[in-house]
């Protein structure tokens, strides 16, 4: 059973910076893409970022090109999720997800942090 484990999150002011980790286990990490989402109360869940499984290509929602950066870490399972210059619309529960090669869908999801972003 693949299980994935966000960490990171919390409470950062305007302008301030994150980041953001998750682990993964129970499966071959390199047999997996990974990807970030977030949901604002009120709003739908959005796309935020994904990794394919080797770390090769990388995709960005257009509100956040340019102030995260998402990687990995084979060595450590992880996925990382570089915030900066965090503005108060980032501020929402985060999920990492995980998406099996020739699929479109992500089938693992993690329990979502909180990132509360002060203005």
């Known amino acids: 059973q693949v299980q994935l484990v966000e960490s990171g999150g919390g409470l950062v002011q305007t302008g301030g910076s994150l980041r953001l980790s998750c682990k993964v286990s129970?499966?071959?990490?390199?047999?997996?893409?990974i990807g970030w989402f977030r949901q604002a109360p009120g709003k739908e869940r959005e796309f935020v970022v994904s990794?394919?499984?080797?770390?090769?290509?990388?995709s960005y929602a257009d509100s956040v090109k340019g102030r995260f950066t998402i990687s990995r870490d084979s060595a450590k399972n992880t996925v990382y999720l570089q915030m900066g210059s965090l503005k108060p619309e980032d501020t929402a529960v985060y999920y990492c997800?995980?998406?099996?090669?020739?699929?479109?869908?992500?089938?693992?999801w993690g329990q979502g942090m909180q990132v509360t972003v002060s203005s």
């Open positions: 997800a995980a998406r099996t090669v020739g699929s479109s869908d992500y089938a693992y």
């Open positions: 129970g499966g071959t990490f390199s047999s997996y893409a």
């Open positions: 990794i394919t499984r080797f770390g090769g290509v990388t």
